[in-house]
């Protein structure tokens, strides 16, 4: 029986396209938790590091009702940092969701439920966390997973490119690669095409469709 009266601490909850991974596209809740230890070059969610309310779990699960989807996002900041995170996602399985989670990767994915779909960043070289990857994390990778790379230049695609092959990781899960600036989706294109590698090229949908927005989106 799981206990709904957990709290987290909830950045905020809204209904919006999905902006990355394989999923892109598709109408989805987010539910966006405070708060992250990882400080990327190009983070665009700073406002959620520090601010947020408390809420019960059985307090969001009544508040995404209102909306006409079934698809729900976990993302962050890093969700995996608040220990009820993993307890959100299977009372969001229980009720029926399609749930998936965003994560910085470095945290554990262990008790993530099998069910949820982890969409897991790699960090490349320029965004000053590469060092802190938790490679461990990919025995907890499975194929309906995401393994993404957010690349700022030529050389992080190029390490990006020479991690999905020192890992093998086309053959665990879907890969993208995703463009901090879309300036850079033809190099990104010319290298992916070189490689052969099974590698989804993507654009950052939200920034396309709201450009300039922050939140809620
Ligand atoms: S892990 Fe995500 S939320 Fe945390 S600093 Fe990096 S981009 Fe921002």
Redesign the pocket.
Same mark, same amino acid.
């Given at each position: 029986m799981l206990d709904l009266q957990k709290k987290l601490t909830i950045n905020e909850i809204f209904y919006s396209i999905q902006g990355e991974s394989y999923l892109a596209g598709l109408p989805c809740v987010f539910i966006r938790l405070t708060g /992250?230890h990882?400080? /990327?070059t190009? /983070?665009?969610?700073?406002f959620?590091f520090y601010e947020g309310q408390k809420k019960s779990i059985a307090q969001i699960l009544e508040s995404i009702k209102e909306y006409p989807c079934r698809n729900v996002l976990v993302t @962050? @900041? %890093?969700p995996l940092l608040q220990d009820n995170a993993t307890l959100l996602m299977s009372a969001l399985l229980q009720e029926g969701y399609h749930v998936a989670v965003e994560t @910085?990767g470095n945290r554990s994915l262990e008790k993530v439920p099998k069910e949820v779909v982890k969409v897991m960043?790699l960090?490349t070289p320029s965004?000053g %966390?590469c060092e802190r990857n938790n490679y461990n994390n990919l025995n907890f990778i499975l194929p309906q997973d995401e393994i993404k790379f957010?690349v700022q230049n030529s050389d992080d695609i190029d390490w990006a490119i020479e991690t999905v092959q020192k890992y093998q990781l086309e053959q665990k899960a879907h890969v993208s690669i995703s463009p901090t600036k879309h300036e850079l989706l033809p190099t990104m294109a010319e290298k992916i095409l070189e490689s052969g590698l099974k590698i989804r090229q993507q654009v950052q949908l939200h920034k396309l469709i709201w450009p300039g927005v922050e939140h809620g989106v």
């Amino acid at each position: 029986m799981l206990d709904l009266q957990k709290k987290l601490t909830i950045n905020e909850i809204f209904y919006s396209i999905q902006g990355e991974s394989y999923l892109a596209g598709l109408p989805c809740v987010f539910i966006r938790l405070t708060g /992250c230890h990882q400080r /990327c070059t190009y /983070c665009d969610s700073e406002f959620a590091f520090y601010e947020g309310q408390k809420k019960s779990i059985a307090q969001i699960l009544e508040s995404i009702k209102e909306y006409p989807c079934r698809n729900v996002l976990v993302t @962050g @900041g %890093e969700p995996l940092l608040q220990d009820n995170a993993t307890l959100l996602m299977s009372a969001l399985l229980q009720e029926g969701y399609h749930v998936a989670v965003e994560t @910085g990767g470095n945290r554990s994915l262990e008790k993530v439920p099998k069910e949820v779909v982890k969409v897991m960043d790699l960090k490349t070289p320029s965004s000053g %966390e590469c060092e802190r990857n938790n490679y461990n994390n990919l025995n907890f990778i499975l194929p309906q997973d995401e393994i993404k790379f957010v690349v700022q230049n030529s050389d992080d695609i190029d390490w990006a490119i020479e991690t999905v092959q020192k890992y093998q990781l086309e053959q665990k899960a879907h890969v993208s690669i995703s463009p901090t600036k879309h300036e850079l989706l033809p190099t990104m294109a010319e290298k992916i095409l070189e490689s052969g590698l099974k590698i989804r090229q993507q654009v950052q949908l939200h920034k396309l469709i709201w450009p300039g927005v922050e939140h809620g989106v």
